[in-house]
């Protein structure tokens, strides 16, 4: 069972143009959202994390906008560059142990 | 700090063989993590560690044994490799669970595994 669903499963943007990554949960003990981006042969990293205490948390040109009514999360890049093409995957916790559950993943290509 | 380093990065197994994956961190990090990546699913979960000497099961177990018996080490068996077993399998680890970024897991380079 999927606890945490993610979409788009790609993304495809030019430059200067604005991707939106959409998450939606089911378990409302989910205490800790935080985003991952992966580059290709590598493992995932931390971007940016965000707790339901706040609607919006934003880090450079990574914003996260959070909806705790709707159980929905969302992370936006401004100003994209061919550098931030990655594969991005949404998580959730609920303080137990750490455990993070992903996303599907989203692949995202900015195109110059 | 080399960080979370994975050995093999790659290895191809016949059906029925056996393998460890070793994963070690030198963050002094309490939890330890063993994800499996396949297109389309995300990571899931295998097993986890919260210190050393204890492990847990994660959302997809099944046909995997872990040990932690060094606080550094966290070893990721298959004792009869199956072919639904061929993916890229991630290491991570965490110090705690308090503070905003105290969740945040620091991820290996990962190994891919190929089961035919």
């Known amino acids: 069972q999927q606890q945490v669903k993610q979409s788009p499963q790609s993304l495809i943007v030019q430059k200067g143009g604005i991707p939106i990554i959409n998450c939606a949960y089911e378990?409302?003990?989910?205490?800790?959202f935080p985003w991952y981006q992966q580059f290709p042969g590598k493992g995932p990293a931390l971007l940016i994390a965000i707790r339901p205490d706040v609607s919006e948390k934003k880090e450079g040109r990574f914003t996260i906008s959070f909806n705790k009514s709707a159980k929905q999360f969302s992370l936006h890049i401004m100003d994209s560059q061919p550098g931030d093409s990655a594969t991005y995957f949404c998580a959730a916790s609920a303080d137990q142990g750490g455990k993070l559950i992903f996303g599907q993943g989203t692949e995202l290509s900015v195109k110059p | 700090n080399a960080g979370v380093t994975q050995t093999p990065k790659f290895r191809v197994l016949k059906t029925g063989q056996s393998m460890t994956l070793l994963c070690a961190q030198d963050?002094?990090?309490?939890?330890m993590y063993w994800y499996r990546q396949d297109p389309g699913m995300g990571l899931r979960l295998i097993h986890y560690s919260v210190g050393e000497g204890t492990t847990a099961k994660g959302e997809v177990p099944d046909g995997y044994n872990v040990s932690r018996l060094k606080k550094q080490n966290f070893l990721l068996g298959l004792e009869s490799a199956a072919p639904s077993q061929t993916s890229v399998y991630f290491c991570?680890?965490?110090?705690?669970?308090?503070?905003?970024?105290?969740?945040?897991?620091?991820f290996g380079p990962g190994t891919r595994l190929t089961v035919l």
């Open positions: 991570a680890s965490s110090y705690s669970t308090s503070g905003i970024h105290s969740n945040e897991q620091f």
């Open positions: 963050m002094n990090h309490e939890y």
């Open positions: 378990n409302t003990a989910f205490d800790y």
